[in-house]
């Protein structure tokens, strides 16, 4: 069984080769490309690809952390073009994008390699999430520079405070389509992600602002050395 095809004439493959460059050329893209790098080559970052949370966070529990210690993929040279899963709207309560929630038809059984199709559409929220954390993270550093130490802390207490009480981690507990069970997944792994990079970063934010600066300069923040442990 093959993999479903993605352009059925030449029409549509060149239309998506000129769609494709427009992005490569655009400011996103460019972001999408330095993520990338990070992602295919995380020792000439100074990382290894290893989840950057301790076993125990003081305030986190255990089962938020089992979910951001997973190890994840994101798909090579990433089209970000995935629906929005709301982790970073108020109040940072994942939604699964309707689309997700068609089930797999008999002829897509027949001639579909659904596998492969779940596994691509995991990788590609992947990639989407993993975006979002590094610009968010350099977010929150822009506020440090410019609004200093006391206004980050309070941002990240009152953001993490919203994520906690939002934070709902059974993605065993509801009968759903295969596509979006997959989505569900991937949902609750970043916002455990998230969670866990904010209850650190707060760490450090108290800690002064001169080991804050310090751990930004090193790359140290988790955000900064999450990477994937494949891009294959």
């Keep these: ?3 479903r095809a993605k352009y059925f004439t030449v029409a549509e493959k060149h239309e998506a080769k000129r769609i494709q460059q427009a992005k490569y050329k655009a400011n996103r893209g460019k972001a999408e490309r330095r993520v ?4 295919e080559n995380p020792a000439s970052h100074g990382n290894p690809p290893s989840p950057p949370f301790p076993t125990t966070i003081k305030g986190i529990p ?10 994840f993929r994101i798909l090579p040279g990433p089209s970000l073009d995935v629906p929005d899963l709301c982790l970073y709207t108020r109040p940072y309560k994942l939604v699964i994008p309707v689309s997700y929630f068609t089930p797999f038809s008999e002829y897509d059984e027949l001639f579909t390699d659904i596998a492969y199709v779940l596994d691509e559409t995991a990788q590609a929220f992947n990639a989407q999430q993993y ?5 968010k993270g350099n977010e929150r550093c822009a506020l440090f520079k410019s609004r200093g130490r006391e206004v980050l802390a309070q941002r990240l207490d009152e953001e993490l405070a919203q994520r906690l009480q939002s934070w709902e981690g059974d993605t065993g507990s509801k009968d ?14 970043w916002a455990a992600r998230i969670i866990c990079c904010l209850a650190l970063e707060l760490q450090l934010v108290k800690s002064g602002s001169s080991v804050y600066g310090q751990a930004l300069r090193a790359k140290s923040l988790p955000w900064q050395c999450l990477y994937s442990s494949s891009s294959t």
């Design 1 to 3: 069984m093959g993999r």
């Design 36 to 39: 990338q790098n990070c992602v």
């Design 62 to 71: 255990a089962g938020i952390l089992s979910y951001a210690r997973r190890s």
């Design 131 to 135: 975006l979002l954390l590094k610009e």
């Design 176 to 189: 759903i389509p295969a596509q979006a069970g997959v989505v569900q997944e991937v949902g609750v792994e």
